[in-house]
């Protein structure tokens, strides 16, 4: 069984800062990427930014130059780090992992709870 736990999230104002921070544990063999996605009211759920195992990473447009995300292999946790956040940025974010566990060879996706992120003055 697999868990991935959601922290941070909360109100900014434009221009301000919020760390996300997601956890993942359980019967887990090998991480091969983690990420976040976003999802808007009315609007389809987005890839926001995602990391390999080998620390390659992408960006959605809309968000790069203002998001790092990064990741602590040995705590299996990715981090996302929003500066510059801006109203459109307003969305519930999720993190996700693909990852192997013990009892099946081959990677599966898994997601954390959503966090609400508001950008707002």
């Known amino acids: 069984q697999v868990q991935l736990v959601v922290s941070g999230g909360g109100l900014v104002q434009p221009g301000g800062s919020l760390r996300l921070s997601c956890a993942a544990s359980?019967?887990?063999?090998?991480?091969?990427?983690m990420g976040w996605y976003r999802q808007a009211p009315g609007k389809q759920r987005e890839l926001v930014a995602h990391?390999?195992?080998?620390?390659?990473?992408t960006y959605a447009d809309s968000v790069k130059g203002r998001f790092t995300i990064s990741r602590d292999n040995v705590k299996n946790t990715v981090y996302l780090q929003m500066n510059s956040l801006k109203p459109e940025d307003t969305a519930v974010y999720y993190c996700?992992?693909?990852?192997?566990?013990?009892?099946?060879?081959?990677?599966?996706?898994?997601w954390g709870q959503g966090t609400q992120v508001t950008v707002s003055s």
């Open positions: 996700y992992a693909r990852l192997i566990t013990v009892d099946r060879p081959y990677p599966n996706d898994y």
């Open positions: 359980g019967s887990i063999f090998s991480i091969n990427a």
């Open positions: 990391i390999t195992s080998g620390s390659t990473t």
